[in-house]
C-alpha cells in the first residue's frame, strides 16, 4: 500500500511541477489567431498588485497588437510602452511591456483615466479606463489558511471606488486515498468573474471537496487565491470590447488584493508545496478569455 501511494504521489508531484513549467512564458500557447476577425485587434492591461501582507506592491502594463500593416507606436498617457518582442509566429504581432521586475516606467494613481493610443500607417486605435480605487483583502487575514476537509472558505475584501467588476483567479488541488491506498485527486485552475459588486465571495464545500466517495479520505490539499478590482470590460462571453478606431479589443485596469495560500495534509509525510501560480499565469488567463472573445 505504501509503494502505492509513493508513486501516486510522485506522479502527482511531476504532473504539477509539468504544468506549472508550462504556464512561465508570457506569449507561449497562443490562440491560433488565424481564427480571430476583424484584424487589426487590441489586447492589454495596466495593473497594481498591492500585496500587502507580503509588504510588497508591484505595476505593470502589458499591450498586444495584432494585424497591423506597420509595426505600431503604443503609449499610455503620452508614455510610451517599449516593445518586448514580436509575437511569432503570426505576422504583423506584436508584444508590449513596460513593468521590468513589475515595477512600471510611470506611476498607477487610483481613480485616474488612463487612455491607450496604437498607432501606425493605417490610423489609431484607441481604448480609455479609469483605475479603480484602492482595493485590498479583509478576511482572511493572513497569507496561509489551514483548511480542512469539509470547510467552506469564505473571502472578504475593501469595496473599491469605481470598480466595474471583481475577479477571483483560484487554483485549488485535493488529493484521495482509500485505506488499499488507490488514489484520486480534483484540481481547479479557473478565474471566477463575479456578476454583482458584492464584497465577499464563498466557495462551498460541495465546491472544494468533491469526494469521489465515502471510501476516500482527503491526505492533503492546497491551493491559491488572488483576487482583483477592475474597469473596462468584463471578459466573459458576449462581452463587448472598448477599443475603438482603427482597431478592436479589450484594455482593462485592474488591482489586485493579497496572494492567499490555503492548504491541508493529513500527516507530515503528504505536506506539498503550496500552488502559487505567478503574475504571469493570471495574465495568461486574462488574454486568453481576451483572445476567446474576439473570435
Sequence with gaps: MKTTIKFFLLLSLVGGLLFLSSCTKKTENITNVTEIAPLPYVIGEIAKYDLRLLDSIYT??????YGFPSIPYVAINNDTI??????HPYPSSYDYYDGEYYELGFPLAEETIYNLVVSSSSGQANASVKFPGEFY?????EVET??????????EWKKSVGCEWYGL?????????DEDGNGY??????????DSLDVDYRFTASFLWPQPSADYDVIYAYGTLY?????GPKIISGGQGNVTGKGAGFFLASYYGDVLFFDYWFAAQYKKPEA???????????????????K
Design 60 to 65: 505593470e502594463a502589458w499591450v498586444e497588437v
Design 82 to 87: 517599449p516593445r518586448y518582442r514580436d509575437i
Design 137 to 141: 483583502i479583509k478576511s482572511p487575514d
Design 146 to 155: 489551514w483548511l480542512p476537509p469539509g470547510e467552506f472558505l469564505n473571502v
Design 169 to 177: 483567479f483560484f487554483y485549488w488541488d485535493v488529493h484521495y486515498h
Design 185 to 194: 485527486y480534483t484540481s481547479i485552475d479557473t478565474l471566477i468573474i463575479l
Design 227 to 231: 483576487t482583483m478590482a477592475a474597469t
Design 276 to 294: 502559487k501560480p505567478t503574475f504571469e499565469q493570471m495574465r495568461e488567463k486574462l488574454r486568453e478569455r481576451m483572445l476567446k472573445l474576439l
